[in-house]
Every structure is written in structure tokens, then in C-alpha cells.
């Protein structure tokens, strides 16, 4: 098969996922090209969104949540949507050009407004062949409405099927087999494998990440784990936020904290661990579940990972902190209500999807084999 991957830079999430789609059929010696829509058409709209993005989420976060909240509650013949659309012809124009070269046997795409893109193309009769839509959270943008001409949108866990309806899409459009991750993600090793690989010690290890970005408090919700009076160790990933590195790095802690930057490492650091405290991206969610880690949530953006947190806190695989809730009390519970934490792990078995690459691979083989009419 030759498919093309269509991504968008909001969010590494996106890219992330479309990188693990890329890298599962590559493996099955098929050709797979990631491609940023938005970067191909324009670099200056590339870089309006990537930074945007990054902007309204840091330091709009209100302004993001009544947008958001806008869009959910729009009908679907809204102006805004109508909107949308004419202003994706001249993005359209040209990626029609590109796919037409390129001649894909399907198209995958990780972000909602390709759903748009993609229905233009087919109303245009551009591209016909087969076109799947991957979620990549745990919650259905507002977008993903327009995407008439996708012939299956990609759901993290069929437990969405009731919002999936509420928006339109009927159950021969609807494939619940998880977000795609990598293949470090989809196995694990014992954990006192995992420790002793990283120079740990075989205890009780808590996992801490901030995304990408490094997003929220890290340095400050660090001090609060190395003040609770209990033995464990902690594994700290600033991702890039120097700053809250260097804040980390500089601590002088009673318990025992590996701290890293960036790193590729993430799969042997959830197999070393016991639970994550994470911000609720669809991604790392979707890996830690995978592995089978309880999750801890803090400091969703507002918006898509309200809902992300919602969704996973609702259906038994995560509880959440706030400014009422401490990790203390989190811990403690955890620690000390061996029934709940057995519950949580049940829950995992549920929504986690440790095939979902594989699942889609097979999926996207499937329909290339017997296209729509």
C-alpha cells in the first residue's frame, strides 16, 4: 500500500500519532508519507498555527474554553462552519495537486480539520479512494462534523459511541480501536527490569509528566511529592521546558528524583512506574493506558483535555487533582484503598489499546482492499 498521513502542528499530539501510523506501516514495508497540511500550503500559516496554538492554550486559556464551548454548541449548518470551509478552497486547491501526484492508495489524517480538507477533495471529485480519521482524544471536536466523506473515524475506546451518534456518524462509520501509538508502547517489561535499567530502586516509583511543553508547575508540584511523608521515588520529565528543568535539577530532595528534559525514553519510564501524574493529552494518556498505568491528572487545557479528563475520570481509569485535591490525598487513597486501585487496573483493560496500531493497519488494508463505489 502507498498511504499518505496528513497531520497538523497544534499540539505535538497530532504529529506524534501520525509519526507511530508512519513507523507501523513502514514495518510492514509499505510506504507511508507524514505530511503537515498547513506547512505544505503556506509556512507562514504553518507558523500562525503551531505558535497560536501554543499561545491560546498557555496564556488564553479562558478565551480557549469559551471558543471551544462555542463551537460544541454550534449547529451543524452554522455560519462559523460554512466559514471554515471557504477558508480551506485555497488550501484545498493546492493539496489536491499534491495528492493527485502522489496518487496514495488512502489517506490517514490526526486532526479534524482535515476532515474538512478531505470532503472538499471528494466533493471536487479530486480523491475518491479511502479516507480514515483518527482522534486523538477522548472527546469529538466540533469539526468532525464536516467530515462527510470519511469513510471510518478512528475512536480511542467504544465507550464514545453515544457522542459519536449525537453528532451524525452511524455505527458502519464508526471504528473504536484506539488511538494509534508506537511500538515501544503496545509491550512492556517487568518493572524491576525497568528500574534497574535506569538505576532506580525497586519501590514504588511515580511517574511526572508535563507533556511536550512542559506544561504547569512542575517544580512546585515536585516539592509537594518530596514533602509527603512516604517512601517512593519520582520520575520527573520537564519535556521542553528548560526552565522547569533547571528548577527541577537545582532541588535538594529528601527522596530519590531522576529528572529529564526531552527524552525517547518514555516507554521504559512508564514500564518503571506505578502511576503518572500527566496533564490529560489524548496521546499520553492513550500510551499510559496502554501500559497499564493508573493516571493521575493535573492541569488539563481548557477545552479538549477537560473532556479527555472528564471521560477518563467518569469510566474508573484516572482520578484528578485541583486546587482542593493534593496528590497527597491522591496517594494516600491509592496506597490505602488496594480495591480501587484493582478497580483502575480492571478499568485499563477496557480502554486501553495496546494494538491500536496494528488494529488500523489492518482496518486501512481492508478498505483499500474493497473500496466504496
Known sequence: MKVLIFSITAGEGHNSTATAIQQCFEQHGDTAEV??????VSKALYEIVKQGYLLVTKDFKKLYARTYTLAENHPNNSKNKGMFRIANLQITRKLGKYITKYNPDAIIYTHPFLGVVTDLLYNKGVYR?????VLTDFTLHPLWEEAHSTDRIVIPCDLLRPELYRRGFTDDRIAP???????QFSTSIPKEEARAALGLDDKFTVLMMGGSMGYGNIAGLVQELDNID?????????????????????MTTKKRILNYGFTNEVALLMDAADCIITKPGGLTTSEALAKGLPLIICNPIPGHEERNATFLVNN?????????VHFEDVFYQLIHNPIHLDCMRRAISVIGKPNSTEDLYRLTEELVENPKS
Open 35 to 40: 505530511f503537515d497540511a498547513y506547512r505544505y
Open 129 to 133: 479512494k479511502p479516507v480514515i480519521g
Open 177 to 183: 480501536i484506539g488511538i494509534p501509538v508506537r511500538e
Open 230 to 250: 512516604a517512601d517512593f521515588q519520582i520520575i520527573s520529565v520537564c519535556g521542553n521546558n528548560a526552565e522547569a528543568k533547571s528548577a527541577v535539577d537545582a
Open 316 to 324: 474508573g481509569v484516572a482520578m484528578k487533582l485541583d486546587a482542593h
